[in-house]
């Protein structure tokens, strides 16, 4: 029962960080998604050690591990772009594992040629 | 109270089939058995033979909405374990990462531009390479289409993590940083699966990588995205 009431407590820092996250984006009006804002904010109390890692991670580490499961929803919804899909629609799949293909070559070129300058510098 | 009923029972029906579809893919695992393909497929099946419509499926489904924004804080979680791997290489790190994002939006919406497609699917499109959350997030922002652009970032991921190798392979790539930066930039967590295959160095470098292209492009694409439609 304990455990439970800290898994609950662990998880409640995210709504607050969402929170914070969004409420920072409303006031200075920006295009950032309030998410990502309360993201970074975590992100930097976790690396100056304001929040120890040990005190939250259990309950996020629970909610990452079985993360998909709440994405089945709005995937059922393809459900309703099934004419879209059946036409044209279906190009637009050619175009998305494209475009992911050219990602992958680029970045990973980019990326293997400055670790060879790096390494050639030392 | 009949809806609170019948949300329940899609809840309940949504998460059974979900923890079932873990079984098979720990039977056979492969980026095509994946939970969510299988749980998404069965659920669509079911309701085209049932002919119950997608809003009365979301009755029970509406809770995503409140778990979104956490979900996504979330991943400040995994990014500050890498946090040592960030400052050693971080010049390759962001480089590449911004590079490769940039890439994905532009090739992505230029290809649907072209083709003529509505600017609602350009706007999903364009966030396609980053970690479901995320990509949702910014799709809720500049009002593209969530179903959309959950179908676009799944099959960016499954087709990343099936033809990845086949791309590291025709440009030679070696380094396990730079395996794990093209494929975490491109394909978010089911490319980081497979990248974990491969080395555990490229495993984590996909897994930042996938955090860090995703702040990236929620920064990127809701400026941009009105410049380019």
Known sequence: ?122 | MINFFIGLGFLILTIVLYFFSKKIYSIIPSPVTLPIMITSFTLVMFLIWTDIPYSTYMLGGQWIDHLLGPLVVALALPLFRQRHLIKQYATVIFTGILIGSLVGILSGVFLTLLSGFDDSIIAAIASKSVTTPVALSISDTVGASMSLTAVFVMIAGIGGAMFGPVMWKIGGIKHPIARGLGIGTASHAIGTAKALEDSELAGAVSALSMTISSVIVSMIVPGLLPFLL
Not at chain 1, 60 to 66: A, E, F, S, T, V
Request: hydrophobic share 55%.
């Open chain 1, 1 to 122: 029962m304990m455990k439970f009431i800290k898994i609950i407590l662990q998880i409640s820092v995210l709504f607050l960080f969402n929170l914070i996250g969004e409420t920072i984006q409303s006031f200075f009006h920006l295009t950032i998604p309030g998410s990502i804002i309360g993201m970074l904010l975590f992100f930097v109390l976790l690396v100056t050690k304001v929040i120890p890692e040990k005190l939250i991670k259990d309950g996020i580490d629970l909610l990452i591990k079985d993360m998909p499961l709440f994405f089945i929803p709005v995937t059922v919804g393809v459900i309703e772009f099934l004419d879209f899909f059946k036409g044209k629609g279906s190009f637009i799949l050619f175009i998305t594992f494209i475009s992911t293909m050219v990602v992958i070559l680029t970045t990973s070129f980019i990326a293997d040629k400055l670790l060879q300058k790096e390494v050639g510098t030392k």
